[in-house]
């Protein structure tokens, strides 16, 4: 049952906050996640065939050594990486690039690409120009990793790197 694929999408570190067998939010992040790791269309449930590759899938890798966050903007993933191990997967969305004019300032909605490190964070809601953040963590100007109610499977974000509220708590 969902139960069932639930533990295995924990599993595999497609977390989705662990198996109560109801589908919600978190779970439908994580099946997201899976969906674009493996590479197939995003829809509201795993399939037969999405099922059986759940059963015999390995956890994914990560590009990096030692502790990290890693945003894979090819696939719309973020990995958390401890000790050179891909511990946990999300669904995100980044940067939808498109052309956005906020405080008089046109600008494209792309998300920074290259080597950061997290310069400061705010716990709670943060309001900026652009919209609410939940307990964003700021890596180059502007730019943050942060929760968001609106997670689609698809960059739509201005720039910043979004997740579930529930999975930024978890991170």
Same mark, same amino acid.
């Given at each position: 049952g969902l139960a069932a694929v639930q533990q295995r999408l924990m599993d595999l570190g497609f977390w989705d906050g662990g198996p109560t067998g109801s589908m919600n939010d978190a779970t439908q992040q994580a099946v997201w996640a899976f969906q674009k790791y493996i590479g197939v269309p995003r829809t509201s449930s795993l399939d037969a065939g999405e099922l059986r590759t759940l059963s015999l899938a390995s956890r994914p890798h990560d590009q990096g050594t030692g502790n990290m966050i890693e945003v894979d903007k090819g696939k719309e993933l973020v990995l958390i990486v401890q000790?050179?191990? $891909? +511990?946990?997967?999300?669904? $995100? +969305?980044?940067?939808g690039g498109y052309t956005y004019t906020s405080q008089g300032v046109t600008s494209v909605a792309i998300t920074p690409e290259g080597h950061f490190a997290i310069q400061y964070g705010i716990e709670g809601w943060?309001?900026?120009p652009l919209g609410q953040m939940w307990r964003p963590r700021f890596f180059v100007g502007g730019y943050a990793l942060h929760g968001d109610s609106s997670v689609p499977p698809v960059p739509v974000s201005h720039g910043c790197v979004r997740v579930s509220i529930e999975g930024m708590n978890f991170i």
């Open positions: 000790n050179g191990f $891909t +511990s946990w997967v999300f669904n $995100t +969305s980044t940067g943060h309001t900026s």
